[in-house]
């Protein structure tokens, strides 16, 4: 069992519901990823979802976007990301780690070359925006030979062969989008994704986990009561970015904490 899978498992058991936060890795600056990931789990993070950054993030809203900028200003690479989870796992060897961006950084370097790379660093789980399940099996067939689950996106307008196309190569969990457009938009539908999440987990059979456009603790909250998990990113960031350098870590430890409180404040519906 995969250390994702003994994640989540060990949450459902004691009735809890994943908080897996997304930051950029090399934003504001390398130096910063590394602590930020331990910051983030001393607030209640039960995964991690690490940015990798990429010029061209089409799924991401300005917030993420202005963060893969800042980060590739920097001349943050995916060797330098991989490297970053190596580094945090010298202190940290429960928290899981998804490695999440795009096929482009990943096929410069070589498939093989990289879940390899990922794997011996101590990552858990990579999710690409780009590769549709579809077309996307020798992909998976590498990446889980070395121990990495596969996660995919599945959104409001997936259809039923989408969603059996993930069924059969994805794996940790399912990374529900929310909304219809990118990242940090729009107002989340409680009721909408109530209906799909139980249809999704029944076909996939693995945990669903929501995210673009968690805001604060009550959406948090809200979504807690009916998935798996809850996703946050665009919010941390702004946090990030609102804040002096020695507030960093700090503000967002007390953004992230507020919200893991409100989720296990959720009453689960059965």
Do not use: C
């Amino acid at each position: 069992m995969s250390r994702i899978a003994q994640t989540l498992s060990a949450l459902e058991s004691a009735g809890r519901k994943a908080l897996i936060p997304f930051v950029t890795a090399g934003d504001p600056d390398l130096s910063v990823t590394v602590p930020l990931m331990h910051t983030l789990v001393e607030a209640g993070a039960d995964v991690i979802e690490l940015g990798v950054p990429f010029s061209d993030p089409m799924a991401d809203g300005p917030t993420i976007q202005r963060s893969s900028e800042r980060a590739l200003l920097k001349k943050v690479s995916l060797r330098q990301v991989i490297a970053a989870v190596a580094e945090f796992r010298t202190r940290n060897t429960t928290t899981p780690v998804v490695l999440m961006g795009y096929a482009n950084p990943v096929e410069a370097m070589g498939v093989e070359v990289f879940a390899e790379a990922a794997s011996a660093a101590g990552a858990d789980g990579v999710l690409i925006v780009d590769y549709p399940p579809e077309e996307s099996k020798e992909f998976a067939q590498v990446v889980r030979a070395k121990g990495l689950d596969v996660i995919f996106l599945l959104a409001p307008t997936s259809s039923d062969q989408r969603i059996r196309a993930v069924r059969e190569i994805g794996s940790g969990y399912i990374y529900y989008v929310s909304l219809k457009g990118v990242t940090g938009a729009g107002h989340i539908d409680i009721a909408e994704v109530s209906r799909r999440i139980p249809a999704i987990r029944d076909i996939v059979g693995l945990p669903v986990g929501v995210g673009f456009g968690v805001r604060d603790g009550a959406s948090a909250r809200a979504l807690a009561a009916v998935a798996d998990a809850v996703v946050i990113g665009s919010r941390i960031i702004e946090e990030m970015e609102n804040s002096k350098p020695d507030e960093l870590l700090p503000r967002v430890k007390a953004l992230l904490g507020g919200i893991r409180q409100a989720m296990d404040s959720a009453e689960v519906l059965a």
